[in-house]
């Protein structure tokens, strides 16, 4: 089956834009988790997505926000781009999102400048 | 507060020998712990995971252990091979069921 489509794969933007970024679950899973990655901190999560509500959120400003669809696909937005913003945006799958299995999709490389 | 520590950085291995990265974490009530190897240009892929009931768990050259008391856990891979070269990060959930990443460990094998 096919696994988790992230699109696009790369990304420049001007500092003070917006940028939305997509990502395509597996078939059948409704869990979607976003991370940002960046060489200085790791993995760092953003914020996880069930049934189209918003059940976890990690410790990022207001300016990064997200939303998930009927289908279970969902976007993740980041408004007034800092330089800072620039980093390898990671969405993850899983059936509950309960501590089972999760499933990468390649990314997002943003670039900010 | 949440926080997943990982050791070392960087680790760098004879082909064959074994690696071994460490992870400790804060909160007492964490009850799953995946491990994710990440390839260049690709995403993290879960390569094994453990859960607080059990104490290690093994497939095939890789295996984890867990120490509850102490709050840490460990990746074991043995007779290492070129193909093993990776990042590899720890995790563990948090009371809230949210996943908390280590900051990973560059594992080089070497000839």
């Known amino acids: 089956k096919a696994g988790v489509t992230q699109t696009p794969r790369y990304l420049i933007k001007t500092r003070g834009q917006q940028v939305t970024l997509s990502c395509s679950p597996i078939?059948?899973?409704?869990?979607v988790s976003w991370y940002q990655q960046t060489p200085g901190q790791g993995l760092q999560f953003l914020f996880e997505?069930?049934?189209?509500?918003?059940?976890n959120k990690g410790n990022f400003p207001g300016r990064f926000s997200g939303r998930q669809f009927s289908n279970s696909r969902s976007e993740m937005n980041v408004s007034t781009l800092e330089l800072g913003d620039s980093a390898l945006y990671l969405c993850?799958?899983?059936?509950?999102?309960?501590?089972?299995?999760?499933?990468f999709g390649q990314g997002t490389r943003l670039t900010v400048v | 507060g949440e926080n997943v520590e990982q050791h070392p950085s960087t680790l760098s291995v004879q082909e064959g020998d074994s690696a071994v990265i460490k992870c400790t974490y804060s909160?007492?009530?964490?009850?799953?712990f995946p491990w994710y190897k990440q390839e260049l240009g690709k995403g993290p892929q879960l390569i094994i995971d453990?859960?607080?009931?059990?104490g290690e768990k093994k497939d095939q050259r890789i295996a984890v252990t867990l120490n509850k008391t102490a709050k840490h856990f460990s990746l074991h891979i043995t007779e290492t091979q070129p193909e093993d070269s990776a990042v590899y990060f720890c995790?563990?959930?948090?009371?809230?069921?949210?996943?908390?990443f280590g900051k990973g460990t560059r594992l080089h094998i070497l000839p």
């Open positions: 993850a799958s899983s059936w509950d999102g309960l501590n089972t299995e999760a499933f």
């Open positions: 078939s059948g899973h409704r869990s």
């Open positions: 997505y069930f049934s189209e509500t918003q059940r």
């Open positions: 909160d007492s009530a964490s009850n799953y």
């Open positions: 453990i859960r607080s009931n059990v």
């Open positions: 995790a563990a959930s948090y009371r809230d069921d949210k996943i908390i």
